[in-house]
């Protein structure tokens, strides 16, 4: 491997010591780099990886909000602006009460990748903060998402920088950050924050997106194995937004998601989230902020594994494995076991859901077709670019016009990942793909724009 990655991993882990998840992607995407790294000295010279690794802006601030008690509460508000080399920073916003700037600083990293392989004009960012949404009343979640957009407005913008949501923060949140935002500003700017609800300046397919963008990159994997969808057992994991998107693409494409996960253990429905009625149920079921999936079980008498997770099921049950829940779900134990029960396909959907080591092994599987989150999931953030293009011209595309960009941008995602791979003498290799074919573009636009 190029001596110059490692010199660069070596500075990234000493003085970003006690943040893992960051130094974890860090690791992902720079081992995987090396041809194209030796191929291009000037990177060295102009000392590309290292601005790379380092984002432009870090934004902490303080987020006071009035709790139903007449209480005040205070969290911590966070905006990394990573890259803004391809366009306005583009990115979600987390509300979970893990985060901390490790995790907003590697999914800024993923997401400036992603945002380039996504073939639009958008740099990467990512925001969010402790807040648990939690067991809070809509009153407090409003208060707090206005006190938390009365000090981020200052720092984004149409040009400038476009939030939108990631876990704990879907249309109500944008909703009422935009509505604030608007008052603040004094102008009906919607570029300024995507994810909006349609008709309040929100893209028709928007939430959708994520869901039925991994199922179409899915199809691309199938097709180019000699395979279809038709049929096909997919576990997942996780029960929120991404899941409805995925559960329903499936189920209309012929296959069927047998599985769901929560924090209270995985649900198995050998028959399939197939109908109308359980898909609703899904939604019904988040929406109770509950955040338990044994619910789903109760309502319609399938198995519940309490505590545990459904990447141990064997070939006789799943086809395809795609964690869509949160980082690390999948451990290098649970990996094992896939390669042990012979599951053929292992499609990431969720941001990092695959330790290092886990996604090493499963790559060096014979059998086994790996596809990475950054290009999985990257429908989301491109119809939210497409929501900026909308909000820019002043007009809404119907659903049918967006669903055509999103089977193109997908497809080609998938196209130019594996050709990057193979271009450079790495074989079938989507993972790698994805990181080349996002690092070139940044690559190109930041040695264009000169050294700053
Ligand atoms: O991880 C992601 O790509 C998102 N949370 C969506 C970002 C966006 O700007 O729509």
Aim: aromatic letters at 10%.
């Amino acid at each position: 491997m190029s001596k110059y990655i490692d010199r660069v991993l070596e500075e990234t882990r000493k003085k970003n010591a006690g943040e893992p998840e960051f130094l974890q992607t860090v690791e992902e995407v720079l081992t995987s780099l090396a041809p194209v790294i030796d191929a291009h000295p000037e990177y060295e010279k102009a000392s590309l990886l290292e601005r790379m690794v380092e984002p432009e802006r870090t934004i902490e601030f303080r987020v006071t909000w009035l709790d139903d008690s007449g209480h005040y509460q205070v969290n911590r508000g966070y905006r990394v602006q990573y890259n803004g080399a391809l366009g306005p920073y583009k990115g979600g916003l987390r509300f979970h009460p893990s985060v901390n700037l490790s995790i907003i600083k590697f999914l800024g990293f993923e997401q400036t990748f992603k945002d380039a392989l996504t073939g639009l004009p958008i740099g990467g960012g990512k925001g969010g903060s402790d807040f648990d949404p939690r067991g809070k009343s809509d009153g407090e979640v409003m208060r707090f998402c206005q006190a938390y957009m009365t000090e981020l407005y200052r720092h984004i913008g149409q040009d400038i920088d476009c939030p939108a949501g990631d876990l704990g923060c879907g249309n109500r949140e944008i909703n009422y950050m935009y509505g604030q935002y608007r008052r603040l500003v004094g102008a009906s700017e919607f570029g300024a924050l995507s994810g909006k609800s349609v008709g309040n300046g929100g893209s028709l397919m928007r939430a959708e997106a994520t869901g039925f963008g991994a199922v179409y990159y899915l199809c691309e994997v199938l097709k180019d194995a000699g395979e279809s969808i038709e049929g096909k057992r997919i576990a997942i994991s996780g029960f929120g937004n991404v899941c409805w998107g995925v559960t329903r693409k499936v189920a209309e494409l012929g296959g069927k998601v047998v599985t769901l996960s929560g924090p209270d253990g995985y649900i198995y429905d050998p028959d399939g989230i197939t109908t109308q009625e359980k898909i609703d149920y899904m939604v019904e079921m988040r929406n109770s902020g509950r955040d338990k999936v044994q619910d789903y079980a109760d309502r319609f008498g399938c198995e519940f594994h309490a505590g545990e997770k459904p990447w141990g099921l064997g070939a006789d049950k799943v086809d395809i494995m795609m964690p869509c829940a949160t980082q690390n779900d999948v451990k290098i134990e649970s990996a094992k076991k896939m390669a042990a029960n012979g599951i053929r396909f292992y499609i990431e959907v969720a941001n990092m859901p695959t330790t290092n080591d886990a996604l090493e092994f499963l790559k060096k599987q014979e059998n086994m077709i790996v596809a990475p989150s950054k290009a999985v999931n990257a429908c989301g953030v491109a119809v939210s670019a497409l929501e900026m293009a909308q909000n820019a011209e002043r007009l809404y595309w119907t659903a049918e016009e967006v669903d055509a960009k999103m089977h193109q941008i997908m497809t080609g995602i998938y196209q130019a990942s594996k050709e990057a791979a193979a271009r450079y003498g790495l074989g079938y290799d989507l993972v790698a793909g994805a990181n080349i074919v996002g690092f070139q573009r940044v690559a190109d636009a930041m040695m264009a724009q000169g050294i700053f």
